[in-house]
């Protein structure tokens, strides 16, 4: 069936050192959203990427939509203490409104 | 109000018993959204209103739960005869859902069950 993978599911990183974290769907996406889940936190929406090939940024966090969106991904640069949490890509399928999830990378940051 | 509203946060079952959870999204936001979410683990879809109707069920994971949304507004999970394994957080969501496409989702803080 149709799936949201991401990878990798923890990352470990030193404060200040840079990470990516990368979603890959089955099949072609409409869009791909991305949220963040801080401990004991609910989801939060960060960012929605529509065009194919398209990169936005905020601050030190930079996301990318394949050419094929069909997957995607999350670099941040510089990493804080402020990062730590569980990041989630989702995306709905062409002509469907429900809003897939992949299981998340939880980051985890040693100061 | 101004942000999806879940009640109750918190909520302690005995096993074989009925639950009832309730969600109130954002003001005008078509689309409701349910998922439920164990601990340290993803979040697993379970259905999704546009107004009223639900057309997609497939992630009820038995014909113990069910949903219904009135008024395009509020909407319940009902979990009938709960068992251990239905313990998770229950989230919310809701969206505006503009045409050709989903829109953020807004979600509650959650509903925190727990069957003894």
């Known amino acids: 069936g149709q799936q949201v993978m991401q990878i990798p599911q923890y990352q470990h990183v030193q404060e200040g050192e840079d990470f990516t974290t990368y979603c890959n769907s089955s099949t072609t996406l409409s869009n791909i959203q991305w949220y963040k889940q801080r401990p004991g936190g609910h989801p939060v929406f960060l960012i929605q990427?529509?065009?194919?090939?398209e990169v936005k940024k905020q601050k030190r966090l930079t996301f990318q939509f394949g050419e094929a969106k069909k997957n995607s991904s999350l670099h941040i640069t510089a990493t804080q203490t402020t990062d730590v949490g569980t990041y989630f890509c989702a995306g709905p399928w062409s002509n469907d409104y429900k809003l897939s999830f992949g299981a998340g990378t939880t980051v985890t940051v040693r100061a | 109000g101004a942000g999806v509203s879940q009640s109750p946060s918190n909520k302690v079952t005995e096993k074989g018993k009925d639950v009832e959870l309730r969600c109130d999204p954002i003001?005008?936001?078509?689309?409701l959204y349910w998922y439920r979410q164990s601990l340290g683990q993803g979040l697993e879809f379970l259905i999704y209103f546009q107004g009223n109707s639900a057309p997609d069920k497939s992630g009820l994971p038995s014909d113990r739960f069910s949903a219904e949304r009135t008024g395009g507004s509020v909407s319940t999970l009902t979990i009938q005869r709960t068992q251990q394994e239905d313990s998770a957080v229950y989230l919310c969501?809701?969206?505006?859902?503009?045409?050709?496409?989903?829109?953020?989702?807004?979600f509650g803080e959650g509903s925190r069950l727990t069957v003894l």
């Open positions: 003001s005008g936001h078509t689309a």
């Open positions: 990427l529509v065009k194919s090939g």
């Open positions: 969501a809701s969206s505006l859902n503009p045409a050709g496409g989903t829109g953020e989702l807004f």
